[in-house]
């Protein structure tokens, strides 16, 4: 599937330590977004950050800590996406999901390995 133009753009952010099911949380949600038809998910790790609780988690050395800020990025169709929505309830996520439009510009793929 090639997607170009508008698109929206939903990210979820969780801990590196957030599990369901004995796996992380993010490759949860990857893996439904891909059973999903969906166009494109990719998964980020944050160096340093904090969010509801107001901790800041970092990677730096003396601090050696857990709980590193993740970030899900989904790309696709706004209707795609938007019908994805309901496929993460059960994940009782805790953490933030934002949606965005954004332009496709280049969406190019080889084949699947």
């Not at 038809?37 to 990677?59: C, D, K, P, Y």
Request: aromatic share 6%; net charge negative; glycine share 8%.
């Amino acid at each position: 599937m090639i997607l170009s133009g508008r698109a929206l753009r939903l990210t979820i952010f969780v801990d590196d330590t957030d599990t369901w099911h004995h796996r992380p949380m993010y490759t949860e949600i990857v893996h439904r977004a891909h059973a999903a038809g969906l166009a494109g998910a990719s998964v980020f790790r944050g160096m340093e950050g904090f969010g509801a609780t107001q901790v800041v988690h970092t990677t730096r050395l003396l601090t050696m800590t857990d709980d590193l800020p993740v970030a899900i990025m989904i790309v696709d169709i706004e209707e795609k996406v938007r019908a994805f929505l309901p496929r993460l309830d059960d994940l009782l996520i805790e953490g933030l999901a934002i949606l965005d439009e954004v332009e496709v510009v280049a969406h190019r793929g080889g084949q699947a390995r």
